[in-house]
């Protein structure tokens, strides 16, 4: 895709994108975190359109808002005693430096590749995809998986009380 629509809309959607996740990392309620979450994703899923990769903006609405943020909407929804607000942690210090070099490192990469444009459109049918998936690309597939199983029980634990903490070690 080309022409000033596809920029401009590239640019909304990366300020959508870029302003969602940081609502997500600097809310204190966990319903507006995952709200913003979603809003994330459907960013994401723009970009995807913009490369004219459709079947890609499906499956990431369907995977990430679809279930994903359902699931951990209804997780947070569900749970009766679990606070809602998001607590001030030791952990915003190593947090900050951290993604300060991580953005250290994408800006070093972002500015040392050579970007290549390629002139041919390209062309990947479904079962293409699905052959990659599950041949090429199944060790990054299933890496992903395992940390999303972990972020999800990693959030399930955060919203932990002392006091259901206490009832599991009796049980």
Do not use: C
């Not at 909407?73 to 900050?96: D, H, Q, V």
């Amino acid at each position: 895709m080309e022409g000033v629509g596809v920029t401009i809309a590239f640019w909304v959607l990366a300020a959508l994108t870029l302003i969602a996740a940081g609502g997500v990392m600097v809310s204190r309620n966990l319903l507006h975190a995952v709200l913003f979450l979603i809003v994330t994703f459907i960013g994401i899923a723009g970009f995807f359109v913009l490369l004219s990769a459709a079947f890609l903006a499906m499956a990431q609405i369907i995977i990430y808002v679809g279930a994903i943020a359902v699931l951990i909407l209804f997780a947070i929804l569900l749970t009766p005693r679990a606070g809602r607000g998001n607590s001030e942690t030791k952990f915003a210090l190593p947090a900050t430096l951290l993604a300060i070099s991580l953005a250290a490192v994408f800006l070093f990469v972002i500015h040392d590749t050579d970007w290549e444009v390629v002139q041919e459109d390209p062309s990947l049918a479904a079962n293409q995809l699905g052959e990659a998936l599950v041949g090429t690309w199944v060790v990054p597939f299933e890496i992903a998986s395992v940390l999303l199983t972990a972020a999800l029980v990693g959030a399930i634990m955060l919203v932990r009380t002392p006091e259901e903490e206490a009832e599991d070690a009796l049980a």
